[in-house]
């Protein structure tokens, strides 16, 4: 199976604290009529689920984060404006890739700026049943979006924060993400073999384990044949440490974009090196402190698994 598995041995979450901004960000924006577009056009039937079809930063600063990722991946900008929340749509060559949500962070608070990953289901509500009935929380409930579908954020049992879409457009298809699109996502657990039991219950997945030369477990979650995730245990050492998302965005050169990525702002929290899969990966952070990985992959890997 080419897949990957990512060690961000070094890096800090505050996973509380991204929790609390989190769900602050999304309440105001979902207080009021918001229109997002669509993640399909047009519209298909095609359903993955399981799969992270969409990706969204919470920002303090939505300014400095719409110059960074625009100097960083060239994505360019579509702003919306709802009462007191601000919301930009990324796009790459015309098509929505990401949301960038600015909250501010009241004076003598620290909060952890975050990117979420967005996993489809076919229904929220009853997602939402079997997230509870595992040990979940809900951060915030589910809620109908005109164009976009029907989404909720949890935390789960171990404090993870993530999102769940049904999306009435139909999924993004199963097709190597290009440059500047995400490509996959990691879960830090404290326990990997527990999380992705959770996981699995939620979205149906098949489990693997990962052969490991660090020490530490990975277990690989797809669907459709395809890897679609993986569960990495958190590493020992200096605390606190919290379970988080991870998500990463291709790129041809990890190491120049990590450069890149200083030289804008941002700074190196994993220092590139090289992956299971064969490319290089890296995780950094945006001038605000939100993380995200860079990862190469090459036009002949796929992430379809064997038959």
């Avoid at 009529?33 to 600063?61: M, Q």
């Avoid at 990117?115 to 049943?129: C, E, H, L, Q, T």
Wanted: glycine share 8%; net charge negative; hydrophobic share 45%.
């Amino acid at each position: 199976m080419n897949i990957c598995c990512h060690r961000a041995r070094h890096f800090l979450l505050h996973g509380l604290c991204v929790v609390l901004l989190y769900a602050t960000c999304v309440a105001t924006v979902m207080a009021a009529p918001f229109e997002l577009p669509p993640l399909v056009a047009p519209a298909t039937a095609e359903h993955h689920v399981g799969k992270v079809i969409w990706v969204e930063l919470v920002t303090p600063d939505l300014a400095g984060a719409k110059q960074f990722y625009s100097g960083l991946f060239g994505w360019t900008f579509r702003d919306i404006h709802v009462g007191d929340a601000d919301y930009a749509v990324a796009l790459l060559d015309g098509r929505p890739v990401a949301g960038l949500l600015h909250r501010a962070v009241p004076p003598g608070e620290h909060r952890q700026p975050a990117w979420r990953g967005f996993i489809a289901v076919r229904d929220v509500d009853a997602a939402k049943r079997i997230a509870l009935a595992h040990g979940a929380k809900v951060v915030f409930e589910p809620r109908n979006y005109p164009q976009r579908g029907r989404q909720a954020v949890f935390a789960d049992p171990e404090g993870a924060v993530f999102a769940v879409l049904a999306s009435t457009s139909g999924d993004p298809a199963d097709v190597l993400a290009a440059p500047g699109e995400w490509i996959w996502s990691s879960l830090h657990a404290q326990n990997p073999d527990t999380s992705a039991a959770f996981y699995q219950a939620l979205f149906g997945y098949d489990v693997f384990d990962l052969p490991s030369d660090d020490g530490r477990e990975h277990v690989i979650l797809s669907s459709d044949d395809y890897a679609r995730a993986s569960v990495n245990a958190l590493p020992g050492g200096s605390s606190p440490r919290h379970p988080h998302w991870l998500n990463f965005v291709r790129v041809v050169d990890a190491a120049g974009v990590a450069a890149k990525a200083v030289a804008l702002g941002g700074r190196v929290l994993v220092e590139p090196h090289a992956d299971r899969h064969g490319g290089n990966v890296t995780v950094v952070a945006d001038p605000t402190g939100a993380p995200f990985g860079l990862m190469e992959w090459s036009d002949t890997d796929s992430k379809k698994e064997p038959k």
